[in-house]
C-alpha cells in the first residue's frame, strides 16, 4: 500500500478489533445477564447476530500482520507471539481465579478447585481462551511456513467443517478458528485491497453491506447458520464485512471511542470480566431497571470502559505490570510490551 494510505489502513484495522472486541464484551456479558435473570432480552438477537462473524474476525484481524515478523529467528518470535500472551494469561488466570476461588471452594470444595487451577494450564480458563489460543496458532502457522498454504488453508477449512467436540477447548477452538487465522496470513494484501476499495467507492461498500446484513439475518434467525459448510462461508464473509464497516468507519473516523478500544482490545478482553461481574450482580439484585435486554446493554457499556480506565490509572506506577511485560518476562533486550500494542 502506497504511504498515503498508511494511516487509514491502521486505523481500519483498530476499528476493526474496536468493533469484535466490543462484540465479545456483549456476548459475555448479554448471556451472564440472561442466565442470572432466567430471561432473554432484546440484547439476545445482536448478540445471535454476530456470532456467526465475532470470532472469526478477531482471529483474520490477528494474522494480518503475520507474514511481516514469520520469519524472524525463533527465540524473537517466541518472545512477541508466545511468552507475550503466555506472561498475560498466567497473571490474569491468577486473578481470575482469586476471585472466583471462594465460591468454587464453597460449592466444589479446596480439593477441585486446586483440579480446575492446575486443568487450566492445558485447558484454557473461561473468558482466557482466545489469549491462550493465540501463540498456539502463531507456533503452528510458523512450523507450517513451508507447506503449500492451498493444503494448509483446505484441512483448516475441514477442520471448521467438521465440528469437532470433544470438551476440551484447545483442540475443539483451534479446529473451529485456525482457518479464519490463517486466511488473515495468506489474504492480507487481498484483504487490503478490499479495504482500500471500500474507501474509494463507499456507496458500493454500504450496499453490499445492506445485502450482507439481510442474508445474515436470514439464515441465523432461520436456524441454518451452524451447518457444515455455511458456518464456515458466513465467518467467512462475515469477517469482510466488519472490515468494510471498519474501513467506512475510519474514512470519516466518526467514532474515535471505538478505535481507541481497539488499539487497546487486549487490554480490555484480560479485564472485562470484573466490571461485567460486578456491574451485572448490582443491577439484578437492586432492581433499579427491570429490562433485561436495558440491563445486558449497561453491563457491556461499563464492562468496556472500565479496563480502559484501569489500564489509565497504573500507567508509570507499580501496577503497570497488569497490562505491561516486565523484563523478567522477555526473551529479548528492548523496551517492555504493552498488552494492548498487540
Not at 466490543?22 to 448479554?30: A, E, L
Not at 432473554?40 to 474476525?57: I, T
Not at 469477517?239 to 487486549?266: E, F, H, W
Amino acid at each position: 500500500m502506497p504511504p498515503a494510505t498508511k494511516k487509514a489502513r491502521v486505523d481500519w484495522i483498530d476499528y476493526a478489533k474496536g468493533f469484535c472486541i466490543i462484540m465479545v464484551v456483549m456476548m459475555h456479558s448479554t448471556l451472564g445477564v440472561e442466565k442470572a435473570a432466567g430471561a432473554e432480552g432484546w440484547m439476545h438477537y445482536l448478540v445471535a447476530f454476530a456470532k456467526p462473524f465475532r470470532m472469526p474476525d478477531f482471529f483474520m484481524i490477528s494474522g494480518l500482520f503475520l507474514a511481516q515478523v514469520i520469519d524472524r529467528d525463533w527465540r524473537t518470535y517466541a518472545d512477541r507471539k508466545v511468552v507475550h500472551f503466555a506472561y498475560f494469561y498466567v497473571l490474569w488466570l491468577v486473578i481470575q481465579f482469586a476471585f472466583k476461588a471462594p465460591g468454587m471452594v464453597a460449592e466444589d470444595g479446596a480439593a477441585e478447585t486446586l483440579r480446575q487451577f492446575a486443568l487450566a494450564f492445558v485447558d484454557p480458563f473461561g473468558t482466557l481462551w482466545f489469549i491462550y489460543l493465540l501463540p498456539v496458532f502463531f507456533v503452528t502457522v510458523k512450523l507450517l511456513r513451508r507447506v503449500p498454504w492451498p493444503i494448509v488453508w483446505l484441512v483448516a477449512a475441514a477442520l471448521e467443517i467438521a465440528n469437532i467436540e470433544t470438551g476440551w477447548v484447545l483442540p475443539d477452538e483451534f479446529a473451529a478458528r485456525f482457518v479464519y487465522f490463517y486466511s488473515g496470513y495468506i489474504f492480507a494484501p487481498q484483504i487490503f485491497r478490499i479495504a482500500a476499495t471500500v474507501l474509494a467507492k463507499p456507496w458500493l461498500a454500504g450496499a453490499g453491506l445492506a445485502v450482507w446484513a439481510l442474508l445474515e439475518g436470514v439464515l441465523v434467525f432461520g436456524g441454518y447458520s451452524e451447518l457444515p459448510f455455511v458456518s464456515l462461508a458466513l465467518g467467512m464473509v462475515g469477517a469482510v464485512a466488519v472490515i468494510t464497516i471498519s474501513a467506512l468507519l475510519s474514512k470519516a473516523d466518526i467514532m474515535a471511542p471505538l478505535r481507541y478500544c481497539g488499539q487497546n482490545s487486549i487490554v480490555i478482553y484480560l479485564a472485562f470480566f470484573l466490571p461485567m461481574a460486578v456491574t451485572r450482580t448490582l443491577l439484578l439484585k437492586t432492581g433499579i431497571i427491570t429490562d433485561i435486554g436495558t440491563i445486558s446493554l449497561i453491563v457491556t457499556a461499563v464492562a468496556s470502559v472500565v479496563p480502559i480506565v484501569i489500564f489509565q490509572l497504573v500507567r508509570g506506577t507499580p501496577l503497570k505490570f497488569l497490562f505491561e511485560r516486565p523484563a523478567w518476562a522477555r526473551l529479548e533486550r528492548g523496551s517492555p510490551r504493552l498488552a494492548a500494542a498487540e
